[in-house]
């Protein structure tokens, strides 16, 4: 893969234990929420909640094969899995942002993006998801890869670096359509150069071919899996269930007086989230000053993320 050229011994170290801490706490069965469904789904190649979750089905019929313990634990298992990818790439992500155009040592740096990782890797909502069977850690995971990739085309413009983000984008979308706050961070990636205008339409190709995994859905609609949610086999309903439709009440819309309420509650509940939530803030402060465009980005990342999750009522 682009994103991993070579293992990053304390990146592995952190990841690992972080797994571990997972993998103690494992939900020994059905985990709560959405994860019956999920584990019915993933085992029968059927059909889930609105959008779909084409992507996590997949991928969670392939865990399903694996001849350990119960489906249960074989998905629970998976998403801690997932998270601790997710926590080696937050390493990753940490390191290069603080070697860019600074004065630290080496060892600083290392300590910064470890203690950062298991930060994010210890994290209520992150240790909560990775116990059971969600669409969640592994969204998580696709995202931090896109993000370190983005940082990586803005260092200097690689093609592949550039491709391989709006795929990972991609892939995203197809996992939970949440990823969409992301968005941001592709219009500071993007070569607008004359001689570079090629690979955008590279990128724009794999992009729709990615999306492509949603026809997963009518076909495997068409022939009545035993989960089959609204049965989407028809171009309407296939619509209708990737838009989730019926659960538009649900998001907020995109007034001033909502994103402001959004906001309130987002700083209100981020401390009991992260309670070094400041210095988290600082460092996307400070990251501005050194790369505007990015900072911004993840400042529109962030709000967008807060206003797609947090219910108006």
């Known amino acids: 893969m682009f994103i991993i050229k070579r ?55 392939l865990v399903c094969q694996v001849p350990l313990s119960t489906i249960a634990i074989r998905m629970n298992f998976a998403s801690a899995l997932f998270a601790s990818v997710s926590v080696y790439i937050i390493y990753l992500l940490i390191k290069r942002l ?66 391989f983000s709006i795929y990972l984008l991609a892939l995203a979308l197809t996992n939970h359509l949440s990823a969409i706050a992301v968005v941001p961070l592709v219009l500071i990636i993007i070569p607008i150069q004359k001689n570079r205008m090629k690979y955008l339409l590279m990128a724009v190709i794999i992009f729709i071919l990615t999306l492509t995994l949603y026809l997963y859905i009518p076909l495997r609609s068409a022939n009545f899996p035993l989960m089959d949610w609204s049965h989407p086999a028809n171009l309407k309903a296939l619509i209708d269930h990737i838009t989730a439709s019926r659960y538009r009440a649900y998001i907020a819309d995109f007034s001033i007086v909502n994103i402001l309420i959004n906001l309130k509650r987002f700083f209100y509940i981020i401390p009991y989230e992260f309670p070094l939530a400041p210095l988290g803030f600082l460092g996307i402060v400070v990251l501005t000053k050194r790369s505007f465009k990015l900072g911004i980005a993840l400042i529109l990342t962030a709000v967008s993320y807060t206003h797609l999750t947090l219910p108006t009522n």
């Open 7 to 61: 293992i990053e011994p304390l990146a592995l170290v952190v990841s690992i234990f972080c797994l571990a801490l997972y993998v103690k706490t494992l939900c020994p069965t059905v985990y709560v929420g959405d994860s019956g469904e999920f584990n019915t789904v993933a085992y029968t190649l059927g059909i889930a909640h609105p959008p779909g979750y084409p992507l996590y089905t997949l991928i969670g019929w």
């Open 98 to 163: 603080l070697s860019a155009g600074n004065d630290k040592t080496s060892l600083q740096i290392k300590i910064l993006s470890l203690s950062g990782a298991l930060i994010w890797g210890m994290s209520n909502t992150l240790w909560a998801s990775s116990v059971g069977s969600e669409v969640y850690t592994f969204g998580l995971a696709i995202v931090a890869g896109f993000i370190y990739m983005c940082a990586r085309c803005l260092e200097s413009f690689n093609p592949r670096y550039f491709i």
